[in-house]
């Protein structure tokens, strides 16, 4: 069965590449050249399974059709921005993103990195069936699904194994190194430990980690804990 990988991109050169390449490596492609084109394709019924996104865009950037998807899909979402654009890469993760990569990339560790993430999520998804409660929140183990009040809380691939991360280690505190070493254990040689901040917040935004007594509790000079 084909994955199908949406790919917005503003180059021609650059989209003409990612195409040829997805397409070698058996991925079904949909391009858009910029935000409208990738929100008509939004609005059709095809199933996506990865999102390639840039940033600049003709009419607009991928922030918008990175908050547009994740309004309704977890699906995997890896941004392109440009080298050393620490501004859009904080931007990306906090709007959602997994993963990002900085231009000019090879294409072998793009290929990489979306194979992890996509690894990552088939292996959460095959966990088994247990119902752990965090706060208000209930966290169904076998379907990767976050919930409170039975309504569905979005979270990413990355916010996901995240979260598994502390309910496997509840309790204890965990180091800022060892969280990203078990977030990233197959591609940590290229993390960035400055968005290890950004999850946690994300995440604690969604559970409604809020107030005095947090879920995800920061230990100054050591980590974080997760009661």
């Known amino acids: 069965m084909y ?8 180059d021609e050169i650059i989209l003409d590449g990612l195409k040829y390449s997805l397409m070698q490596e058996g991925y079904e492609v949909l391009t858009a ?6 929100m008509a394709l939004l609005q059709s019924a095809r199933q996506l399974d990865f999102c390639l996104l840039d940033v600049m865009l003709p009419d607009g950037n991928g922030f918008e059709i990175c908050e547009e998807i994740r309004k309704s899909s977890e699906v995997p979402i890896l941004f392109l921005t ?6 859009s890469t904080v931007r990306a993760l906090e709007t959602g993103a997994d993963d990002y990569i900085a231009k000019p990339f090879r294409i072998r560790e793009l290929l990489a990195r979306m194979k992890a993430i996509l690894r990552r999520s088939s292996r959460e998804n095959r966990m088994d069936s247990s119902v752990v409660r965090v706060g208000d929140n209930e966290v169904n183990m076998q379907t990767g699904k976050v919930y409170r ?4 809380i979005v979270l990413t691939a990355m916010e996901y194994k995240l979260l598994l991360v502390f309910i496997s280690h509840r309790g204890q505190v965990l180091s800022r190194s060892q969280i990203l070493d078990l977030i990233w254990d197959e591609v940590g040689d290229f993390v960035n430990d400055n968005t290890l901040s950004v999850y946690v917040k994300r ?11 947090q879920l995800i509790q920061t230990v100054r000079g050591m980590g974080y804990r997760m009661d």
Do not use: I
């Open 3 to 10: 994955m199908t990988v949406l790919v917005v991109e503003d």
């Open 33 to 38: 050249a910029d935000v409208a084109g990738a």
């Open 82 to 87: 440009a080298c050393d654009d620490e501004v």
């Open 149 to 152: 009040s039975n309504e569905e």
């Open 203 to 213: 995440l604690r935004r969604k559970l409604s980690d809020t107030g005095e007594n």
